[in-house]
């Protein structure tokens, strides 16, 4: 595991950019798996800013998503798809074909389920790239705390702490979805490499329990440590835990 150290958002952002512009120049046709939030805003802004600079092109590329609410999403200004069209998708050359979200809105979500499962098994060798960010209580994607760790895409009942970290997103808390759809932890883990994104305050406790903690469902987040390629970009509030505690870790 390598921990990168930055001293706020924005060095977070652009050296996350960084690596993820790095893998696409060296390998234009990667899969790419992406996170939406507040953290990535950044990273996608400035890769944003490469593509229009003509460093890299996303033509060539494949993208997956984490997660998505479950109900009515299309119509959701919020949801997740329209996060990524509006955050990076519109102003890139990704090819919209070939990106994939697990569609919330399905008549069928047990079978939209299955079809996210099998998209994700077809990849050679797993994703690329899985950009990750990290909840209040360590969850990925949306795999909340559990006794164990759920493995391949399904629908999950959000937690209360979780619903709470949406707030930011919804004018109404009780348009917030209480369930979502998501990625499970084996096609993250069979992933090449990962990168973790963390800023601020609020995540400095989780982020040094997950990384040097006991290996747990009950915080997800915690299998990272045994991921054979996790970088972690983090700025120094989100790493005053782990500065304080294990100062030898950080690069
Ligand atoms: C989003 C996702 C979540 C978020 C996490 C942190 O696709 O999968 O795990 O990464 O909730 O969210 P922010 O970045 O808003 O703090």
Known sequence: MNIIFCEDYEEMSRKAAAIIASKIILKPDSVIGFATGATPIGLYKELIKRYEKGEISFADMRTFNLDEYLGEIKDLETSFYNFMQNNLFLHID??????????????????????????????????????LGIGANGHIGFNEPDDYFPLDTHIVELTEETIEGQKPFFDDYNKIPKRAVT???????????????????????????????????NIPASILQIHRCLTVVADRAALSQIIEKHPDAIL
């Open 183 to 217: 990625m499970g932890i084996r096609a993250i883990m069979n992933a090449k490499q990962l990168l973790l994104i963390a800023s601020g305050d609020g995540k400095s406790k989780i982020l040094e329990k997950a990384l040097f903690g006991p290996v747990t469902p």
């Open 94 to 131: 990704v090819k919209p074909e070939n990106t994939d979200i697990p569609d919330g809105s399905a008549a069928d979500i047990q079978a939209e389920c299955e079809r996210y499962t099998e998209a994700l098994d077809l990849i050679p060798e797993g994703l690329d790239f899985q950009i």
